[in-house]
């Protein structure tokens, strides 16, 4: 992550300008809250590493789920349908599980 994300992420609606991800070239232009320090961005990118790292297992499963509209399909027809389905989903969780 970069303190772009950073800034975008934590202090939404401030309006400020950087060149090349230099904390020293951030100029800040909410006057209604204060610049955020270097060390608070730090922590913030850290934070959202750490989400992004904790939501992997998510894009593992994504591209291997069965197309959205089959799912709505099986759903809709039930029965067999919707079992093969069911256990062709569980199959992806469980391949790729959601840490504990």
Do not use: H
């Amino acid at each position: 992550m970069n303190i772009s994300n950073a800034l975008f992420s934590k202090y939404k609606g401030c309006e400020w300008s950087m060149n090349n991800e230099d904390y020293s070239t951030l100029e800040w232009f909410s006057d209604n809250i204060p610049k955020p320090t270097e060390e608070e961005l730090i922590e913030e990118c850290e934070r959202l590493q750490e989400e992004y790292a904790a939501k992997e297992y998510q894009r593992q499963r994504a591209p291997e789920y069965p197309d959205i509209k089959d799912q709505l399909d099986a759903i809709w027809k039930g029965g067999d349908a919707y079992e093969e389905m069911l256990a062709r989903v569980m199959e992806v969780k469980a391949k790729y599980p959601k840490p504990e």
